[in-house]
């Protein structure tokens, strides 16, 4: 095998401009010589070597011809670590990401962000990020200040919603989207709606080496005299090689020398279901068919310059895969970089490389013209090396040298030209106090309501509260160390919802003397604690507090369908579509996110008409949460009519809540719909906390730098911008309870202290 620190294949990769477009030599030229865009410092993210995958190998390569072409940049060298596994990576390797970790790609991203880097190249793939269809890179996309260029190394042309969602989030956060095929760029435009100019057309890299007799290279492999076809890769029944070994004994017939070499280990997954089921098959095969001793088969994985010399004996090199579905085939490129005459069935990449005589394409399954090419191309060595030269030449543009030209061109100029999002930083003050929290809260959980700063024991706790306040522990672990105290409290609060939970929902009230004053059955209540488990699960709380979460989260879910008040289902779908991989059955919640989201967007088309675009007659408390869900739930399902109804109607809610540039949440009793305004007071901090998260995931989903806009505005209601002109912070950790006619609102109640730090976590997170 290839040892771990070895770069031998990219050894071509040094700066070479000749042949490649003048466009791209004179940007290459420029950024190295620093007259254009000077990186200083970029990243890459992939699998990598020693993880044994095609695509670990294009991570490497890619890294080493980056690193050649631009050798005064600074590389962060990212690599993915299956479950459960580590590996002995080489010293280019400077961070592992746990594939299941989601604590780590938000981590990553604020490295990235700390350390000055200008762009980052990721290597997209669906099987090697976490989450749903690996939804957990997005946490780290979405979080970075750097153009991104994402290779895509499959473009589904029917993904599932899982698939559709990560893909739409890649195509919003990425600078440029490179494929490595014209079919690829066609699939983006009609399926994904892809404008031309994000889009990037570059070859797989690929080994620059002098085209060469294939008799030098037999001799040592143990081929003299012989006639070599080669097919390369994991092995797997999307290989096909089932239609080579049919088509061996008429090959046979006019070349009995023959020899057809089966190079690969069998995929790992494979492995670990079947064993080598697969292999034995076509072992079987080839015996019954009397063309056993014209197979080898080498089940291992080959170092690449095993590979290469293997593929320079090649006579005729074979790729009969089973679909047309697949966007990019690294060994062909390598195959016909090195001048190797081809026969291919026409997948997508084939039918698009092989075309003008650089190669042929025969049908799937088609055993009889396999065998027909295969003995054509054996019997002329002629007709052999006209083909081998063709490929030859035409394969130029795929050299590494050439592709990280194309790569270095399109990211200068994506950082020349990259805005950054108005990130606000500057508009957050520092991480407000927990004084009020540590005061309203005793052994048993936080103070439901506050007489002025006292905690009011008259009316005890609930489990809403208690649910708040987990939730912001939960959040706050993702931003910053917590201290001894938040982690207590943190164990308080769960410890009060773990007693809520009666097995079939939380009970919400309790008197000051530790008495239950309900038996249970509050959607909001429900949905809320449900919340704040989801919360901890995702935090970097302890390991048994997080252990805790899921399990009681999985005890929940099957309750969840029975929960109809339309906040509470608005708030499920965030929390269902933020449990995803993290517990729970992944199929079963996403039926429950469609049930959900349905029933929300069949209420907005029932009551939304022009001037009142909204899901119900009239507005009441935690007005955004409702839009928030139908937009969240839309762009879960890939459901562009629901996202545009929830992004409707919360503009609609916007409107109502700003006056003359200033932030009004909507008091807490309904107002009539068919007036131009609605009252003034009471105006409560927990409207503007569910304003500014709704406004924040309308960011996230649309890219529209207004919606953050409008969260910062909604948070500067805390600090005077609102039509008081007074703040509703005392200094000391407190948030005052509100506005009113008479100015402030003077006692401060649980919800509204958490509101405040909720609030500023949301916006940290974001921003």
Request: proline content about 5%; hydrophobic content about 40%; aromatic content about 8%.
């Amino acid at each position: 095998m290839l040892q771990a620190n070895s770069f031998e294949i990219a050894h071509d990769a040094e700066v070479e401009t000749e042949g490649l477009p003048q466009s791209i030599a004179a940007t290459l030229n420029d950024s190295i010589s620093g007259k254009a865009v000077i990186l200083s410092k970029a990243a890459i993210i992939g699998n990598f070597p020693p993880r044994q995958c095609g695509l670990a190998t294009f991570t490497r390569d890619m890294y080493a011809c980056l690193s050649k072409a631009l050798p005064n940049t600074d590389w962060d060298v990212i690599a993915m670590n299956d479950p459960g596994a580590t590996y002995d990576y080489p010293l280019e390797v400077t961070h592992q990401i746990p594939q299941d970790d989601i604590a780590a790609y938000r981590d990553l991203a604020e490295t990235l962000n700390a350390d000055g880097t200008q762009v980052l190249f990721v290597q997209h793939e669906f099987g090697i990020y976490g989450g749903p269809s690996g939804a957990h890179l997005i946490e780290c996309l979405e979080r970075v200040n750097f153009p991104i260029v994402t290779t895509l190394h499959t473009i589904l042309e029917t993904p599932n919603d899982e698939q559709k969602r990560v893909m739409q989030a890649l195509i919003r956060l990425s600078s440029t989207l490179v494929t490595m095929a014209q079919k690829g760029a066609d699939i983006l435009q009609r399926v994904y709606g892809v404008k031309p100019e994000q889009i990037s057309i570059v070859p797989h890299g690929a080994p620059s080496r002098p085209l060469r007799d294939t008799a030098e290279f037999k001799p040592h492999l143990h081929l003299a005299g012989k006639k070599t076809l080669t097919t390369f890769g994991l092995l797997s029944p999307n290989k096909g090689i089932e239609t080579v070994i049919a088509a061996l004994p008429d090959i046979r017939k006019t070349c009995p020398d023959v020899v057809y070499l089966v190079i690969g280990a069998t995929h790992p997954h494979l492995v670990r279901h079947e064993g080598e089921k697969y292999r034995d098959s076509l072992k079987a095969m080839a015996h019954e068919l009397g063309v056993e001793d014209n197979i080898r088969f080498i089940n291992r994985f080959i170092s690449d310059n095993d590979l290469i010399d293997i593929l320079q004996a090649t006579d005729v090199y074979v790729t009969p895969y089973l679909t047309e579905t697949q966007i990019t085939s690294g060994t062909l490129s390598y195959a016909l970089a090195l001048g190797r005459p081809t026969v291919s069935t026409p997948y997508w990449h084939a039918t698009e490389a092989l075309a003008n005589g650089v190669g042929i394409l025969c049908d799937f399954h088609d055993t009889r013209a396999f065998a027909e090419a295969i003995t054509k191309l054996l019997a002329s060595d002629e007709v052999r090396a006209d083909m081998s030269m063709r490929a030859y030449m035409a394969a130029q543009p795929s050299r590494w040298s050439a592709v990280a030209g194309a790569y270095v061109a399109r990211a200068t100029d994506d950082v020349a030209h990259y805005e950054a999002p108005k990130r606000h930083t500057a508009a957050l003050p520092a991480p407000p106090s927990w004084a009020a929290i540590e005061r309203m809260t005793d052994d048993c959980g936080i103070f439901q309501h506050g007489k002025y700063r006292l905690p009011d024991r008259q009316h005890g706790y609930c489990a809403d509260d208690n649910a708040r306040a987990l939730s912001l522990v939960a959040r706050q672990s993702r931003l910053t160390p917590l201290t001894a105290e938040q982690v207590s409290l943190a164990y308080r609060y769960a410890a009060f919802l773990n007693h809520a939970w009666n097995g079939d929902s939380f009970r919400n009230f309790m008197s000051y003397g530790r008495d239950w004053l309900d038996d249970g059955g509050f959607d909001d209540c429900n949905a809320r604690s449900c919340e704040a488990l989801v919360d901890v699960a995702r935090s970097g709380l302890p390991e048994d507090l997080r252990r805790w979460a899921c399990d009681l989260g999985t005890q929940i879910l099957p309750k969840v369908e029975s929960w109809t008040s339309l906040r509470s289902r608005a708030v499920m779908i965030k929390s269902l579509v933020r449990a995803f991989g993290v517990f729970g059955d992944g199929q079963e919640m996403q039926v429950l996110v469609r049930y959900f989201t349905r029933d929300l967007h069949q209420r907005f088309k029932a009551h939304a008409r022009p001037g009142h675009e909204w899901f119900e007659p009239d507005l009441a408390y935690d007005n955004a949460r409702i839009s928030e869900g139908l937009i969240l739930g839309g762009a879960f399902l890939a459901e562009p009519d629901m996202v545009e109804d929830g992004l409707t109607a919360q503009k609609w809610l916007m409107k109502k809540q700003v006056r003359n540039g200033v932030f009004v949440p909507i008091p807490n009793s309904k107002f009539s719909d068919d007036g131009p305004d609605h009252p003034l007071y009471d105006q409560q901090p927990l409207e503007v906390l569910a304003t500014i998260d709704a406004a924040l995931s309308a960011w996230r989903i649309t890219g529209d730098h207004s919606w953050r806009e409008e969260a910062l505005r909604a948070f500067a209601w805390f600090h005077g911008e609102n039509t008081a002109g007074l703040s509703l912070l005392d200094g000391e950790g407190g948030c005052y309870d509100g506005l009113n006619p008479n100015g402030l609102n003077l006692n401060q109640g649980a919800e509204s202290i958490l509101s405040y730090p909720m609030s500023w976590a949301a916006l940290k997170a974001d921003l």
